[in-house]
T-cell receptor
Framework: KNQVEQSPQSLIILEGKNCTLQ??????????LRWYKQDTGRGPVSLTI?????NTKSNGRYTATLDADTKQSSLHITASQLSDSASYIC????????????FGTGTRLTVIP | GAVVSQHPSRVICKSGTSVKIECRSL??????MFWYRQFPKQSLMLMAT?????????EQGVEKDKFLINHASLTLSTLTVTSAHPEDSSFYIC??????????FGPGTRLTVL
């Protein structure tokens, strides 16, 4: 069964601290994995996209890693800011199919001053 | 990056009325558009997939007669919630996929049915 699981479900950190969010998946055949940031009441916005052969990709203070062998990904946020408070969703994309996106349940991050 | 817009951003309606939500791809042609529903603290749930000029494909459990989808052009898809009830209150998000396969999400529409 194709599944995407994220942990933790929610996280509270102090402003300026780092944090790491986890994503495990069983989706196959794998095409690519994406991390999205979703602010409350807004649509998801893409942070990173990684294909099978990529191990790490950065976008500013966001760094995503991918281990295609163990089917795990992480999103590391450095020097968190209050504006980082949002839900972070891991999405795994299949190689085929009209509807080929599998969504994780998300991690709700709250950054406090 | 490509932009997808939704209108309205939020709507409040009375029970029994119908509500139409528009999804537009602003700078690319979307061969496929997707409609999602998201309840509080939950992830996006796919409702239906629509291809331009053809009937939408609905996910299991989604009533096609209640959630009418029209994808009349390569830049516009509409979702009409017919005879809305309070349990239809949710956050509706569309996404559009172009020829190169990249999928972009709209900003969402908050529907509240009184």
């Amino acid at each position: 069964k194709n599944q995407v699981e994220q942990s933790p479900q929610s996280l509270i950190i102090l402003e300026g601290k780092n944090c790491t969010l986890q994503c495990n998946y069983t989706v196959s055949p794998f095409s690519n994995l994406r991390w999205y940031k979703q602010d409350t009441g807004r649509g998801p916005v893409s942070l990173t996209i990684m294909t099978f052969s990529e191990n790490t990709k950065s976008n500013g203070r966001y760094t995503a890693t991918l281990d295609a062998d163990t089917k795990q990904s992480s999103l590391h946020i450095t020097a968190s800011q209050l504006s980082d408070s949002a839900s972070y969703i891991c999405v795994v994309i299949l190689q085929t199919g009209a509807n080929n996106l599998f969504f994780g349940t998300g991690t709700r991050l709250t950054v406090i001053p | 990056g490509a932009v997808v817009s939704q209108h309205p951003s939020r709507v409040i309606c009375k029970s029994g009325t119908s509500v139409k939500i528009e999804c537009r791809s602003l700078d690319f042609q979307a061969t496929t558009m997707f409609w999602y529903r998201q309840f509080p603290k939950q992830s996006l749930m796919l409702m239906a997939t629509s291809n331009e000029g053809s009937k939408a494909t609905y996910e299991q459990g989604v009533e096609k007669d209640k959630f009418l989808i029209n994808h009349a052009s390569l830049t516009l898809s509409t979702l009409t919630v017919t005879s809305a009830h309070p349990e239809d209150s949710s956050f509706y998000i569309c996404s559009a996929r172009g020829l190169v396969g990249e999928q972009f999400f709209g900003p969402g529409t908050r529907l509240t049915v009184l």
